[in-house]
Every structure is written in structure tokens, then in C-alpha cells.
């Protein structure tokens, strides 16, 4: 059963436009939301988060909107740019779960110069 | 440098073996995580402890076990090895074991790529 969902496995982007990664989940107890990006040969780095409590959370180029009603997520980076190219996955957690993320398949963007 | 430190690197090993795999959390962290990347998925959680409690266990199997030692390092024992449990395998630690907006983020480790032939 998988509660996260990436349905794009690959997203190809101009440098200097808008990229949109994409994440829709099913458990109505996630209560936290994060997006972690990943560079081959290294471990997954923390990127931005989102409380439930809250439909928009901004960090320079980087924002993450929440539709609760819908059960999806979206994080946009404005403007994109080369070194942006990763793997990015999105993770969410409850809080009657413990401390552990149930991650998505990811989401592999490529910006072009 | 995200401060979890994972040995090895990279592992070569046969069908039917066992491996320990070793992750030391960052400086303070009480809480560590287990996942597991295999080719083309996502991470899928295996397990968690907390202060050398186990906190929550996902989708781990039998044949594989894990500790936490009260110097708070973790070790991942994986036996009678299949070649389907080819995978990167990442320890993560974080300073609360709760989850939600509790959780905060988990820092990564690089990860163990463990190759079953």
C-alpha cells in the first residue's frame, strides 16, 4: 500500500522557469510534510517542510503548497536552476505513527541550461 | 556532511550470507531510522529506535534484525541473503523519536549499497 505517491518519475525543466514537483497521499492522519532532495552517492538532504495546519510554507526559491481536502501536495522551485537537478521525494508523517517518514518514489528533475 | 556516518560504503556478498551493516547518529540524536532504496523505489521504512528502544517497525523482514547500543549507534544484521535485497540501505537520526510536526527533519547518511550475487 503505498501512501505516498509520485506519479512522475522524471520532470524536465528550462533553467529559469517554474519547475512543479508533484505528491499525492492517501492516510488522512499525515499531519507533517517534507520534500527531501538527493544527489547520486549522497543520502537524501532535507529540503522544505509543511504543517498541516498551513497551506503555503516559502523558503527563497523554494515553496510547498498543501490541499488537505484533496490529499495532495506540490513543492515549486522559481526560478530553477542547473545545480536544482536531483532526485527530490516527498515524505509525510503522523504523529500517532512515531517519528518515521513514509517517502514517495521520487521525482528526478533535470534542469537545462 | 549531515553528521550520520554509515559503513561500508559498498558491500559485495553472496547469496545465502549475512551482513551487518553500522550507522552512528548524529552528535545528540537519540532517535535512528532504517530504510531501504531498492533499484527504482522509493525509501521504504524498516525500522526505528529510540534511546536503544525500538520505536516502530515498518516493512522488515525476518531474516533481517536491528539494535540500538547504548552509545546510540545502530547496526542493521541482514541473513540469509537474497539477491532481491540488493539495495542502498540509509541510516537517518533525528533528535525526537515523535512524529508528526514533532519530527522534524531526519538527517541522512550516504547510505550502504549492499550487491547480492
Known amino acids: 500500500d503505498q501512501q505516498v505517491k509520485q506519479n512522475s518519475p522524471s520532470l524536465s525543466v528550462q533553467e529559469g522557469r517554474i519547475s512543479i514537483l508533484n505528491c499525492d497521499y492517501t492516510?488522512?492522519?499525515?499531519?507533517?510534510f517534507l520534500w527531501y532532495k538527493k544527489y547520486p552517492a549522497e543520502g537524501p538532504t532535507f529540503l522544505i517542510s509543511?504543517?498541516?495546519?498551513?497551506d503555503k510554507n516559502e523558503d527563497g526559491r523554494f515553496t510547498v503548497f498543501l490541499n488537505k481536502s484533496a490529499k495532495h501536495l506540490s513543492l515549486h522551485i522559481v526560478p530553477s536552476q542547473p545545480g536544482d537537478s536531483a532526485v527530490y521525494f516527498c515524505a509525510a508523517s503522523a504523529e500517532n505513527q512515531g517519528g518515521k517518514l513514509i517517502f514517495g518514489q521520487g521525482t528526478e528533475l533535470s534542469v537545462k541550461p | 556532511d549531515s553528521g550520520v556516518t554509515q559503513t561500508p560504503k559498498h558491500l559485495i556478498t553472496a547469496t545465502g550470507q549475512r551482513v551487518t551493516l553500522r550507522c552512528s547518529p548524529r552528535?545528540?540524536?537519540?532517535?535512528v531510522y532504517w530504510y531501504q532504496q531498492s533499484l527504482d523505489q522509493g525509501l521504504q521504512f524498516l525500522i526505528q529506535?529510540?534511546?536503544?528502544?525500538?520505536?516502530a517497525k515498518g516493512n522488515i523482514l525476518e531474516r533481517f534484525s536491528a539494535q540500538q547500543f547504548p552509545d546510540l549507534h545502530s547496526e542493521l544484521n541482514l541473513s540469509s541473503l537474497e539477491l532481491g535485497d540488493s539495495a542502498l540501505y540509509f541510516c537517518?537520526?533525528?533528535?525526537?523519536?515523535?512524529?508528526?510536526?514533532?519530527?522534524?527533519?531526519?538527517?541522512f547518511g550516504e547510505g550502504s549499497r549492499l550487491t547480492v550475487l
Open positions: 509543511i504543517s498541516s495546519i498551513k
Open positions: 529506535y529510540y534511546n536503544g528502544e525500538e520505536r
Open positions: 492516510n488522512s492522519m499525515f499531519d507533517y
Open positions: 537517518a537520526s533525528s533528535v525526537s523519536p515523535a512524529g508528526g510536526a514533532n519530527t522534524g527533519e531526519l538527517f
Open positions: 552528535s545528540g540524536d537519540l532517535s
